[in-house]
């Protein structure tokens, strides 16, 4: 798999490209700054971008403005967003754009090497992860929209699938069997009007994107 990454901290980009490669992964080139990034997907056309959402010269949405341009014109090309901080309209923008091959992590997880990993992974094959702490604060600025009629179970469940988790990554965590969470999640795709018309997958990612989008 062959990823590009954009840092500016030298250390971070550093860091990076030292624990992909000897993870597997081939760092096609590495940049600090949104041009430099979109220039080398244009020569390496990669199978994924990481990059970090504040970059020079500005430090505001760089990296989101840029991975905007690349899931445009690249949409073969996954994007994962790094950032600081916790600002889940940086994932609803990407989600908005195009609902496949998106994640969105705080800096921390990179700590977490397997966690880590696992979500490059699943974005690159086209799915969505999601930071923890993202949907967490999703979860409680919800008030007076559609997703107030889930249970809160229901709730829980399409939290976990709003970070990437598959059905038995979800009964694992809620200690559950599939079967149950597979009765949840067609609670949830009825509830929230996505019933027929697509595939369990796709009707996956447009239940993230609407409680992301808090239903609207």
Sequence with gaps: MRIVIAEDSVLLRAGLIKLLETSGFEVADASGDADGLLAAVEKHRPDAVITDVRMPPGYSDEGVRAALVIRRQWPDVAVLLLSQYVEERYAADLLAANTSGVGYL?????????????????????????????????????????????????????????EGRSNSGIAEGLVVSESAVAKHINNIFAKLGLVGGANADHRRVLAVLRFLEGGS
């Design 106 to 162: 705080l800096k921390d997880r990179v700590a977490d090497v397997s966690s880590f990993l696992a979500a490059l992974r699943r974005v690159a094959a086209g799915g969505t992860a999601l930071d923890p702490e993202v949907v967490a604060q999703l979860l409680v600025r919800r008030q007076n929209d559609p997703l107030e009629s889930l249970t809160p179970r229901e709730r829980e469940v399409l939290a976990l699938m709003a």
